[in-house]
């Protein structure tokens, strides 16, 4: 997409970002040019006038449940922990990014660490979000044993998004895994109940039922490709829309 503004169709959005966005592909760490490209593509939905919060994954740098499953001497509520500092790296580091480029932000974490970021507080995040910052939420709940999907699904809800965006490497859902199946079909949109019957891989189960029981729908797109972020948002056929039943 061009620089030229864009309508949006979404009035308040939920970005979701795995922590694969936060470094090179096949590797782990941080990538500031990967961090980068994210964040121009921020940059132009906040200049549209969007409402956007955007919640922040970690498993570039740690993974939770991976970690403990390998980690005998690690507690696995430790480990998840763990896993939710790392998405306060993350939510720092895309932060100076928006902030380098002329983008107001604030940095929100559900595990308090005053001097970095701000507690979440709902009617604060709202406050944040009509005043026109983007507000990155890290940390999660805060609770261990809950994913990044399902902090995103519960923050739709509470700050009444309109659409919850989910940013992966690929293109959509799919009928099987495309790797797998070179024949897979795409799906362009899908209800919710059709993803259930068909044991499709949105988001982890608890936040695809927080969605489902909400009605906020869903759209699964590639990230990477540049201007697709406003490309969803402008309402565009852009990765997989999940909807409620018709």
């Not at 005043?131 to 939420?137: D, E, F, M, P, Y």
């Amino acid at each position: 997409m061009s620089d030229r503004p864009f309508t949006p169709a979404y009035h308040r959005v939920l970005l979701k970002v795995s922590g694969e966005c936060f470094c090179r592909s096949g590797e782990s760490g941080l990538s500031m040019a990967e961090i980068s490209t994210l964040s121009e593509q921020i940059k132009r939905v906040h200049a549209a006038e969007v409402q956007l919060a955007i919640v922040v994954g970690g498993g570039n740098i740690l993974r939770g449940k991976q970690f403990a499953a390998i980690s005998a001497e690690i507690n696995p509520s430790t480990a998840h922990y763990m896993g939710m500092l790392a998405t306060v790296i993350n939510a720092l580091a895309l932060q100076d990014a928006l902030e380098n480029i002329g983008v107001p932000t604030r940095v929100q974490s559900a595990i308090p660490m005053s001097q970095v970021a701000e507690p979440f507080i709902r009617r604060r995040c709202v406050r944040h979000l009509e005043k026109g910052r983007v507000v990155i939420l890290a940390a999660g709940t805060g609770s261990p044993f809950v994913t990044t999907d399902t902090a995103a699904a519960l923050r739709a809800r509470e700050l009444e998004v309109d659409i919850v965006l989910k940013g992966t490497k690929v293109d959509g859902v799919y009928s099987e895994d495309p790797i797998k199946n070179p024949h897979a079909v795409k799906y362009g949109e899908i209800t919710f109940q059709d993803v259930l019957s068909q044991r499709l891989e949105v988001m982890d189960a608890q936040a695809f039922h927080h969605c489902m029981e909400h009605n906020i729908p869903i759209v699964v797109f590639n990230y990477q490709k540049p201007g697709n972020i406003e490309r969803v948002i402008a309402g565009e056929k852009v990765g997989t829309r999940v909807v409620p039943n018709s």
